[in-house]
């Protein structure tokens, strides 16, 4: 019998974003409420300046920005609108779906996976 996406490894959602943003300040009650909601889920808020080691050489230019993993396996990587309606329904999909093996994913995202599983 196949193991469906959601029993196997659980899924890390690191919210990309900057002290110094106000829409992310704004953010993160709703990405607060968002992981309550999904508590099989790891989320991880990584602020791209104090936690400079963790990002590496990925380039983010837009905040917030989601990286979403199963394991050490990318699933998305993007800017997402600060909604809780339209980043849950998101996580909700991406829960149910096997990775992109054809994705090009930026360089560094594998890294930042690597980097969360060992914090």
Known sequence: MNESPESSQPMTVAVMCA??????TEFQPVMDALAAARPQMRFVWVDIEDDS???G??????????AVFRGDTPLHFGP???LANVVGRLLDE??????????????????????LRAR
């Open 94 to 115: 991406l829960a149910t779906r096997e990775p992109d093996e054809t994705a090009d994913w930026p360089e560094g995202l594998q890294a930042l996976a690597v980097a």
């Open 57 to 66: 050489d990925l380039d983010v230019e837009d905040f917030p920005t989601l």
């Open 19 to 24: 002290a110094w943003c106000r829409t992310c």
């Open 80 to 82: 997402s609108l600060p």
């Open 53 to 55: 080691e963790l990002c």
